[in-house]
């Protein structure tokens, strides 16, 4: 997340066949869970009454939920042990895991997608094998821990590539040549992702998501998410004007749902559309989520309550 708005996503990997009319993936980011139960917060569902976070994701409809990974972050958060525990929870909660590997030991996103300490920047044959190695380790790690994965996301907002500066090269070639018709087509991935953010821009248009995804379901016939999104319940002062198509959903619990409704429409009347993530929902210790709004969180920041907004997943 961070920036920018309608991006080429992750690249994902171990998909399902569709079960129902709902959408297939209904999902939520939970990537900073432990560190907010570490700075002692209580989350409460919509009644008021204490419950775990994978228990209120449940009990209103998320049936998935996408936790970042980095490679050898400084303070280990978002790490691999770090990520192991709350998984596990949430299989436990019947949770499907979409596990974001970012490759790199901080942030990845359109500005910046630095390579991994210790991995070479120089010879691609030499990371090439570090990155092979690399998600061998942590796939290893989440079977011996019993942590079936749904997803696997190849890098993050990766439309400029990714392991800067050699990864950054091969990203066009790896589009145009790789995924064109002929001998190099491949079947190695199931997913395809974009970013969905209309707090950036103006120009982060809801029909700009439609034609974007409807795009890439016939240019590439693979599956299709929106991998991070969120409305915001309060933004006194936005950084940019909304898109025009969106100025007439308010920011409330009430505008929340409607934006999420209209959202989750969108993979839902795609060609091969199966399901959305809200990004950061309980994040209360960064309730703007990285924007100039002041709220994008589905839970209060000062009563630690969830809304009724989170009641929109189970409709989805």
């Known amino acids: 997340m961070r920036s920018s708005t309608l991006l080429p996503a992750p690249l994902a990997l171990f998909i399902l066949p569709l079960a129902s009319a709902l959408l297939q993936y209904r999902g939520a980011d939970i990537s900073s869970l432990t560190v907010e139960v570490d700075d002692g917060i209580s989350y409460k569902n919509v009644n008021g009454d204490d419950a775990t976070l994978e228990t209120i994701l449940a009990d209103n409809g998320v049936n998935a939920v996408r936790q970042r990974l980095w490679v050898d972050p400084s303070d280990g958060i978002y790490g691999l042990d770090y990520n192991l525990k709350p998984a596990a929870s949430m299989v436990d909660a019947g949770m499907l895991i979409y596990l974001d590997m970012h490759f790199s030991d901080t942030w990845a996103d359109p500005s910046e997608q630095t390579t991994p300490s210790g991995w070479s920047t120089t010879d691609i044959g030499t990371l090439t094998w570090q990155l092979y190695n690399y998600t061998l380790e942590v796939s290893n790690a989440f079977a011996a821990a019993s942590i079936p994965l749904e997803i696997v996301s190849i890098g993050n907002e990766i439309g400029a590539g990714l392991l800067w500066p050699l990864g950054e090269d091969l990203q066009s070639y790896f589009y145009d040549t790789v995924l064109a018709e002929g001998p190099l087509l491949t079947t190695d991935f199931d997913l395809m992702g974009v970013s969905y953010y209309p707090f ?89 989520l990285g924007s100039r709004c002041s709220d994008n969180l589905l839970v209060s920041s000062t009563t630690d309550v969830f809304r009724t907004s989170i009641e929109v997943f189970s409709t989805l």
């Open 200 to 288: 950036y821009s103006d120009e982060a248009l809801l029909s700009s998501l439609k034609s974007t995804l409807a795009d890439m379901a016939s240019t590439y016939g693979k599956g299709l998410i929106v991998a991070e999104t969120n409305w915001p319940y309060s933004c006194p002062d936005p950084e940019y004007a909304f898109p025009s198509d969106l100025t007439n959903i308010p920011f409330s619990a009430a505008g929340q749902t409607a934006f999420l409704t209209e959202v989750a429409d969108v993979p839902a009347e795609t060609t091969n559309g199966l399901g959305l993530f809200h990004w950061e929902p309980a994040w209360i210790g960064n309730a703007g």
